[in-house]
């Protein structure tokens, strides 16, 4: 009875983490789970198994780790009890509480929070970088087939 207890829990914790990230992706605090995993300095491939439920990562240090990073009540997303984003004050910040805005102190003081700001930054110029590239090489592609066309109607004219 205790193991089907467990897993129920664990189900209920792996649609809050899946709840959690839909609103951090919602509220554009990240894009992608590849830079929710960087801002958590994990492993892509680790959160993944924790949003599918795999226990052997939606461990409690992981939860919390989460929780903080992102600014969600831990109560809720270890037990689901409170609401789902944390009303406390922010840290390093007396005046601004953090009730519909998750993550939207994320250049705080924290060094982590700072490392994760700036790895998701180098990621999104890798990105641009790799989509420029894409682009340089369409645009030789049609300049390619524009000259082919040319040739064709010059044959086409003898």
Do not use: P
Request: charged residues 30%.
């Amino acid at each position: 009875m205790k193991e089907d207890k467990f897993n129920t829990n664990l189900i209920s914790i792996k649609d809050r983490l899946n709840e959690a990230v839909a609103h951090i992706k919602g509220k554009r605090i990240a894009k992608t789970q590849k830079s929710i995993a960087s801002m958590l300095e994990i492993n892509e491939v680790t959160l993944s198994r924790a949003l599918n439920g795999n226990e052997d990562y939606l461990t409690e240090s992981f939860l919390k780790k989460f929780a903080d990073i992102f600014e969600f009540n831990e109560n809720w997303l270890l037990v689901g009890k409170g609401d789902m984003l944390n009303t406390t004050k922010i840290k390093g910040n007396n005046n601004l509480n953090n009730t519909g805005n998750v993550g939207g102190n994320i250049l705080n003081n924290s060094n982590s929070q700072s490392k994760c700001l700036a790895d998701s930054i180098e990621i999104l110029k890798n990105i641009i970088e790799e989509k420029d590239e894409l682009l340089k090489a369409k645009d030789e592609i049609i300049n390619s087939k524009d000259e082919i066309i040319n040739l064709l109607k010059e044959q086409l004219k003898k």
